[in-house]
């Protein structure tokens, strides 16, 4: 979620932002965590503070973290089902936090399965801390600014990938990428806070249980990316808004096109969704 500096109550955008934390748990349950970003007084960690472990989102959210989710411009959730890494150690849960040589690295999620094989003999990545292939995508991209370097990172991916991730020393900003197959759906609601999920759907839901309004829900096309959140300036407030955005062409395996990847989602959203796939299939080797 980026969070409008104009919105009258932040309670409301901090209900919608758990409450699709709880939805998706659905698409995961092995871990789950939240990260909290801006710079706000308490958040600490230099404004970054995040709070991951096993089990479904409702296990690690905890009451007393509603008062910081108010006060941060930006937060991220996550829920894992684990394909690759071992769900049990800590290290492979999200939020990750992922360093850069000479910038403050990013925090980011993933949801999907790559070729980490293959990233790994072709780019020179420092050694793995976890045993996900989210890493090595993370890794990649930390330190990536400009739209065609983003870009670049996401055409060399193989693979169902939907990412989120926030540059740290820009923690209003956040990245948003749909490659290959896995489902990533962005809403703007009445106040002007961004919000994205894996599942149309959830937002529908949002706008039934909580005070919420959306006016844009949209499904993002896979090769889509785009950066959104507001430009930090001295004595400035802006809406958020799309700030940057590109395309680029995914790639995934034969094996990826699953009917899990549209788990929970409506027999309308999900027709809707494989009408518009236009990813290309890597090849198979044959031995």
Known sequence: MVRSPFADDPGRASDAFVTLGALAEERGTDSAGVALLGGWPGLGHDGCRVVKGRGRFSAIWRTELLAE??????????????????????????????????AAGIVA????????GALRSRFALPAPSGGTDSEAVFQLLAGRRDPSGVTG???????????AWVDRDRPTQVHLARAALSPLAVAVDAEQN?????????????????????VTIVMLREGTYMRVGTE?????????????????????????LDDRVWTGFTDTDRARDQATLHHRLAAVAVA
């Open 109 to 116: 999620t993933h949801n999907g399965d790559v070729d980490a």
């Open 69 to 102: 989710l108010d006060r941060a411009p930006v937060a991220l959730g996550h829920t894992r089902w684990a394909t690759q890494g071992s769900p049990v150690e800590p290290a492979n849960a999200s939020p990750m936090l992922v360093g850069a040589p000479g």
């Open 153 to 163: 990172v996401l055409e060399a991916l193989v693979g169902r990938a939907a990412l």
């Open 194 to 214: 961004i919000y994205w999920a894996s599942n149309p759907r959830w937002f529908r839901v949002v706008q039934r249980y909580t005070r919420v309004r959306f």
């Open 232 to 256: 930090k300036a001295p004595g400035r407030r802006d809406r958020p808004q799309v700030l940057a955005a590109a395309s680029f062409v995914p790639t995934a395996r034969p094996a990826d």
